[in-house]
């Protein structure tokens, strides 16, 4: 069973969908799996980084994409031996991710890697184009929304940021038109997918509305 969300930056869709697979069971009673695509797509870029691959050169992307050591271990990404969580939310890797995701073939690489990893297992996945390219026969479907200001007043408060709230604000807008401009998986609210503005909504408030459906149509 697969529950799959998508949204823009800021929208809280990793810590609803991390509520929701450590509290919700699949039909056949096993728990569900958390996978946050984006966080491919950010290791892939600090991978880059590192290996001096400029972020915007396809060729050489690719190619590291279809190398690339990414495996889970107890829920957790590694690059390699390397727990890189912690490292794929810098001004860095932010500021790259958005062009490198846009490369179509390296979705179709992070596509595989998140159809595999979700395979058999009752899973929660998230990103931008889980509901409409990656599982849109997926039985839950979510979007989940909030203003640009929102946003960038969340992203400030979570402090892991250098800039200013005005400069998150723009580097959000920026990274939003790549986002909703790509030529394969752009962010879009997909044909019944149920779509929900969390401006002024808590996470308790947002998880609520979301498990609610689910049990409902459960
Ligand atoms: O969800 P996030 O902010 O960690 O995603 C990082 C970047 O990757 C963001 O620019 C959007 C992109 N992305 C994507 O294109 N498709 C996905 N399924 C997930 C993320």
Do not use: W
Not at 42 to 65: F, K, M, N, Q, W
Not at 193 to 206: A, G, M, P
């Amino acid at each position: 069973m697969v529950i799959a969300i998508d949204g823009p930056a800021g929208t809280g869709k990793s810590t609803i969908a991390r509520m929701l697979a450590e509290n919700c069971k699949g039909r056949d009673g096993k728990p569900f799996t958390y996978i946050n695509s984006g966080n491919l797509y950010r290791a892939i870029t600090l991978g880059c980084l590192r290996e001096g691959i400029p972020p915007s050169d396809p060729v050489r992307v690719l190619e590291y994409a279809k190398r690339a050591p990414l495996v889970y271990r107890e829920g957790k990404l590694y690059l390699g031996d390397e727990m890189v969580e912690d490292l794929l939310h810098s001004d860095e890797v932010d500021a790259h991710v958005s062009p490198l995701s846009a490369i179509v073939p390296v979705r179709h690489v992070v596509n595989d890697h998140v159809r595999k990893l979700a395979a058999g297992l009752n899973a929660v996945v998230e990103g931008r184009d889980m509901t409409t390219v990656v599982f849109p026969n997926a039985e839950y479907r979510f979007y989940l929304d909030a203003s640009i200001k929102e946003r960038a007043r969340r992203r400030h408060e979570q402090g892991v940021s250098r800039l200013g709230l005005e400069e998150i604000e723009a580097a959000i807008a920026k990274r939003d038109a790549i986002d909703r401009n790509k030529e394969e998986g752009s962010l879009t609210v997909g044909d019944g997918v149920s779509c929900l503005d969390t401006s002024d909504l808590t996470l308790n408030q947002v998880y609520a509305t979301l498990i609610e459906k689910i049990t409902m149509e459960g």
